[in-house]
């Protein structure tokens, strides 16, 4: 007997909620087809499902989107990073807590005390035919990210490796829930092919028909909702033994509309912003933004971080903000409309050399028009590099805060996480940081907010 498996797959949803309901209604409508004819089906989340740039998602802390996977009927999930670090300890220990699905994560536990009773390393499925699917599961290694905020990360693949081997004497088929991105895939299928098929995500690409890499097939199903994938895999039950695996992704926005997919948007958007419209505090006047110049709203901004961080000096892109503060009371909604990154402080130790260069680094005329996409970054453009608190004066000597630096010391800059990665500044990679987390810029802003303006 060969036995048809079927299991629908999304990743890096990122809280895009435009095909959502024609996604569901599909799924769900051929899942109950293949029911019909006895062949057993899953549905599957590779992470990063949130984002908190979304109103709703922001509003809710991500139970909304728990929400949402429940009523989709979602059988298996993962973490991205967007659920491991953008959320503080305590809400990502709940986070799950009413999911009517099995969360699987095998390289994540709690730093102290228990893990919460809904993360799992693996889980074993079964189908209506007896034959048993291993289901495992890894996120990315955000390692510094991970332990300021309680929770400690194993290295992922050989974490993997391990459960797969584990795992392969008891299940007919092993699966993987990687949202550790292409390259990680390709070198764990390299290095374990007793995994049958690697679900990829995280960067984002996109595989039409799966790849087969040493005889494991990987897929990628792209980025905010366009794709939901399609594997099918054929088991042979009087031989034991996994005969066939196709993957194929289907283009959401050309699936049938369905009445009221507008209306469900909009619901999702008024839920938010009923819960975010709430006043923080109110200002004298507006703080205008400028993405080319200094402004009103940077200067508040850089004394916001200057004091959270008690750094000597603070360095951010005007590109940050999206509007400007108004006059009056000033509401959560607003301040997301202004800040909607998931973006994090962090402060370095750089020495007065150090900071030189890193001043004019920032002096490049190209980078205030980059349309920057990716980390965390929720805006249009780059905008210029705007800096507090250390500057050059006529004979090039470095300033901090309008004295001569010391050469014999160091200073502590505040900046955006986003220069830690290594692409605008790679010294920044290797230098002394460290994250100010759980905050958001929002959230900053917000308790500077409260405290000034009284």
Known sequence: MIEKIHIFHTNDVHSHFKYWPRMQNYVKNKRAEFAARSETSFLFDVGDHLDRSNIYTDATIGKGNVALLNEAQYDVVTLGNNEGITLSH??????????????????????????????????????????????????????????????????????????????RKE??????????????????????????VIFGSHTHHIFSNGKIVNDVLLTGGGKFG?????????????????????????????????????????????????????????????YNKEWFHYSQLSNLFAKAILEKSGADCAMFNA?????????????????????????????????????????????????????????GFRGVIFGKMLLYGFSMNEDRQLLINGEIADTARSYKL????????????????????????????????LDYGRKVFK
């Open 414 to 445: 505040v900046t955006l996480d986003l220069f830690t990665f290594g692409y605008f500044y790679p010294s920044f990679k290797y230098a002394k940081k460290k994250y100010i987390l759980p905050d958001f810029l929002r959230n900053i802003i």
């Open 319 to 375: 590109g940050i903000f999206l509007n400007g503060l108004p006059k009056g009371a000033v509401t959560a909604l607003d301040l997301h409309r202004i800040f909607p990154h998931p973006i994090n402080l962090c402060t370095i130790e750089l020495s007065a050399i150090e900071l030189k260069e890193i001043l004019l680094q920032s002096k490049n005329e190209e980078w205030p028009f980059i349309e920057l996409k990716g980390l």
């Open 90 to 167: 305590e809400e990502l220990y709940h986070l799950y807590d009413e999911a009517n699905f099995d969360v699987v994560i095998a390289n994540l536990q709690a730093t102290n005390g228990e893990n919460p009773a809904w993360m799992k390393p693996y889980v074993m499925l079964t189908t209506e035919h007896g034959t048993k699917i291993a289901v495992i599961a890894a996120t990315a290694m955000f390692e510094v990210f991970y332990k300021e905020l309680d929770w400690d990360i194993d290295e992922p693949r050989s974490t993997i490796i391990r459960l797969a081997h584990q795992l």
């Open 171 to 196: 299940a007919d088929i092993v699966v993987c829930l990687s949202h550790l991105g292409i390259t990680e895939d390709e070198l764990l299928a390299e290095e374990c092919p007793e995994i049958d």
């Open 226 to 286: 366009q794709f939901t994938g399609h594997l099918v895999l054929e088991y042979d039950k009087d031989i034991c033994t996994l005969i066939g695996k196709t993957d194929i992704l289907i283009h959401n926005e050309s699936l049938p509309a369905i009445e009221n997919e507008d209306k469900f948007l909009s619901l999702l958007e008024q839920e938010g912003e009923q819960l975010l419209n709430i006043p923080a505090f109110t200002t004298p006047k507006a």
